[in-house]
């Protein structure tokens, strides 16, 4: 939205807003890629829907998407490991419920319940409402947060804006990657996060309605690629990390580090894996 209300201002300090080719021809004239004048293109026509505007957009030539690349657990942790504390919690809760950058920083305190480990996001781009199951980790961290910045029941859990969220990612991401000098860490981007935990989400139930409940997403035309990303994650030969316990603490420890249930052997010995 900050981004949207930015793009509109420019426009309307450069053009007539109720003049649609004046605007056009502004916008194609800019010294900027295809990819922004799209973007400013979609918001005036956003503008123009809302003020009942007849606009037809401007087409451009946009360069194919990038493919998703799934980043390993692994990797996701030492980014987090990387970061401050309340970037470490943001980045946290992005890995274990998906939510887009932008529902972390709508999330009230009210959205959290502590007592069942639940949050309750408010969805964006219009989707479904959905209730998010966390670890009993991460209700710790985003309480400690809470109480260290004095935050009441209706604050904004996080400050600042999902544009800042993804400046520091990007910061944190790229210090490491220079630090262990592995260029490939700045592939990962930090919707790459809502990715991971959607792919692991079908691997783990291959329930794809599941996994489209817990996006929030409104079709589930946008949930399918999920099927093929984890198909052709699980093509090639896993290799796994593999625990064993007795103990039920333990076997509670052993899911919230991301563990899953394999089976329990007769003489009661639970077995768990994870993919390295």
């Known amino acids: 939205m900050k981004t949207e209300n930015w793009i509109l201002g420019k426009l309307d300090r450069n053009t007539d807003l109720n003049n649609t080719d004046e605007v056009t021809e502004f916008i194609m004239n800019q010294p900027i890629s295809d990819i922004y004048k799209a973007q400013l293109a979609q918001v005036y026509s956003k503008y123009c829907r809302y003020k009942n505007i ?24 030492m980014i987090i490991a990387e970061s401050g504390k309340v970037l470490a919690t943001k980045l946290t809760l992005s890995k274990e419920t998906g939510l887009r950058p932008i529902e ?56 600042g804006s999902k544009d800042h969220y993804g400046d520091a990612f990007r910061e944190v991401r790229d210090r490491l990657a ?18 991971f935990y959607a792919t692991m989400l079908y691997h783990k139930t291959k329930d794809i309605l599941l996994v489209k409940r817990q ?6 035309n946008n949930t399918l690629i999920y099927i093929d990303l984890e198909a052709t994650l699980y093509n090639t030969k896993d290799e796994w990390t593999c625990r064993a316990t007795s103990n039920d603490d333990e076997a509670t420890k052993l899911v919230e580090c991301g563990f899953e249930y ?9 077995l768990f894996r994870k993919r390295k």
């Open 262 to 270: 394999v089976t329990t052997t007769p003489n009661g010995l639970m």
């Open 178 to 195: 220079n630090k262990l000098e592995d260029p490939s860490i700045k592939t990962v981007r930090l919707y790459d996060l809502r990715h």
């Open 104 to 159: 972390v920083h709508t999330l009230k305190v009210k959205d959290i319940d502590f007592d069942q480990c639940l949050v309750y996001p408010t969805t964006a781009k219009r989707g479904s409402s959905r209730t998010v199951k966390i670890s009993n980790n991460l209700a710790s961290l985003l309480r400690t947060h809470i109480v260290r910045y004095n935050l009441k029941e209706n604050d904004n859990v996080f400050r």
């Open 54 to 77: 007849p606009y037809t957009k401007p087409k451009f030539k946009l360069p194919p998407s990038r493919p998703i690349r799934i980043p390993t657990e692994e990797r996701i942790n």
């Open 215 to 220: 996006l929030g997403h409104k079709s589930i």
